[in-house]
């Protein structure tokens, strides 16, 4: 059995309390006060304008007053100096893919000096709001939180059993039970409904209609029972990850379907439902019809259609005996997260796995990096995505991970950058947000070294400016530092967490 966890229990606030990170009084350069902050002679990237150098951009208040060459933007009398030169500057990153998960409570933080200054998170709960509100309070260091639903799922559910207060998820049985379901969760606050694998069609088009009626946008796993296409003409706003796509670009399609239909599901059977599904899948990806596909991505591409790849995802599930378990940032985790990763790599990921398993799941990777990239250059708008909460996966820190397999899949380091800015940007209705320019929000990375010349550049964080506040080098090493410091003393019995929605396949993501 392979699985994964979701946690979804912790003490709040231990973290943010001990590492001193809430905004101090009178914080300096636009945190909320009329002091200017100008970055001068930085080049400044974004995927609407590319690079252009000598830049000054001027920041006050958590917007940017102006941004252009030097020449015609002075910078104004008293204003905080960032030297700019030999660095570049790209808008603040976003993972659209995460799950709150607790064990540690340094999330927010991590993605923040990660550069990732917006998350979406995919499951509802309690943390990912207390952690929104903490933020939005000055308590702490975090990105902007989008915030979604309960997983929508068909009944029986592959979350039943696994997660027992139902907080996690929804199961519904019919058409009826499905638009009460939008209904609820809509009422609860919830920004966009999140669909799941067991849907039948009927209550899938009952959360379409629904969704659509109120206005909420409805997004997630295209169910076993739906194709592709419909989906998408239906409204369906993101598909995550690579998994059903497949079988609306595959010349077998309606074999395949009907193969889909008929692997039965128990109660929480994640594992045996994916296990069966694997070999359809990988027939699935084996019979690709170019041609079919180039009409199904332009079909997408039309209606507006995002996709999240999740690769990093599909990377750490496909080729496990790949997984680095003395990757050097794992150092910012504490004993509990890095004993269940590797006792999940030991225990769930790994017995099993024969020489002929392994050669097909590395040859599945390949495809998936091609899918990813005939998606992209069909015009389908791509944004990067982690699926946090899966073993071996990090806040922050896996989302340069996803730009770098984005760049392997075959796309240019502009058109990764825009999947990480301007086109979450674009899914969330922001005008003001992803790029560079005058009004913009002050969400912003200053790097050490060019992006464009090598997209492992994003790595090199030299300052993350967030709603705002400049979180210099120094700054940021010190907070860092904390981090690992933090990660290395023992948890008080008080703050353990509890895990409220225990295990699911690690290979079925959410």
């Not at 295209?222 to 998408?232: C, G, I, K, N, R």
Request: charged share 25%.
């Amino acid at each position: 059995m392979r699985r994964r966890t979701i946690l979804t229990g912790t003490a709040l606030g231990v973290a943010g309390a001990a590492l001193g990170l809430a905004r101090p009084a009178g914080a300096r350069a636009g945190s909320a006060g009329g002091e200017v902050l100008a970055i001068r002679g930085v080049t400044v990237i974004d995927a609407s304008g590319g690079a252009r150098r000598g830049q000054t951009v001027l920041i006050r208040g958590g917007r940017i007053l102006d941004a252009g060459p030097a020449q015609r933007v002075p910078v104004p009398h008293g204003a905080r100096i960032v030297d700019g030169a030999g660095k570049h500057l790209i808008p603040g990153l976003a993972d659209m893919h995460t799950h709150a998960v607790g064990i540690d409570d340094t999330d927010p933080e991590l993605y923040v000096l990660n550069g990732v200054t917006t998350t979406r998170q995919m499951s509802g709960g309690a943390l990912a709001r207390q952690w929104r509100q903490q933020v939005a309070d000055g308590a702490r260091l975090g990105p902007r939180w989008s915030i979604g639903s309960r997983i929508v799922d068909g009944s029986p559910s592959l979350w039943d059993d696994l997660d027992g207060d139902g907080s996690v998820h929804l199961a519904v049985e019919n058409p009826a039970q499905a638009r009460e379901a939008v209904r609820q969760e809509h009422a609860a606050g919830a920004e966009f409904i999140k669909t799941y694998t067991r849907l039948t069609r009927a209550s899938f088009l009952a959360v379409a209609d629904e969704s659509n009626r109120l206005g909420l946008p409805f997004l997630g796993h295209v169910p076993d029972f739906v194709q592709l296409t419909e989906a998408s003409d239906r409204g369906m706003r993101t598909v995550e990850h690579l998994f059903e796509i497949w079988y609306d670009t595959s010349a077998d399609e309606d074999r395949l379907r009907a193969a889909v239909a008929a692997v039965p599901i128990g109660r929480g059977e994640y594992n045996g439902w994916f296990n069966r599904m694997h070999p359809i899948e990988y027939a699935a990806a084996r019979s690709h019809d170019r041609r079919k596909a180039e009409k199904v991505f332009g079909r997408l591409a039309r209606n507006g259609t995002f996709c999240t790849p999740t690769l990093a995802l599909h990377e750490t599930n496909d080729k496990p005996e790949q997984i680095d378990r003395h990757d050097p940032r794992y150092r910012y985790f504490s004993a509990d997260v890095i004993g269940y990763w590797d006792w999940a790599l030991e225990n769930q990921y790994l017995p099993g796995r024969t020489p002929n398993q392994i050669s097909r799941s590395k040859e599945l990777f390949r495809r998936r990096l091609a899918l990813t990239a005939d998606l992209a250059a069909a015009g389908v708008p791509l944004m990067t995505g982690t699926d946090l909460g899966t073993t071996y996966l990090m806040p922050g820190f896996s989302l340069h991970d996803e730009l770098a397999l984005l760049v392997r899949a075959g796309l240019e380091p502009i058109q990764a950058l825009a999947a990480a800015t301007v086109n979450p940007a674009r899914y969330l209705g922001r005008r003001d947000s992803g790029v560079v320019a005058r009004g913009a929000v002050a969400d912003l990375v200053l790097l050490d070294a060019d992006p464009l010349h090598d997209i492992r550049n994003t790595t090199r964080v030299n300052s993350v400016v967030v709603q705002g506040r400049l979180i210099g080098p120094a700054e940021r090493a010190r907070l860092l530092a904390d981090i690992e410091a933090l990660a290395g003393r023992p948890k008080p019995a008080a703050a353990a967490p509890v895990a409220t929605a225990p295990v699911a396949s690690r290979g079925c993501p959410c």
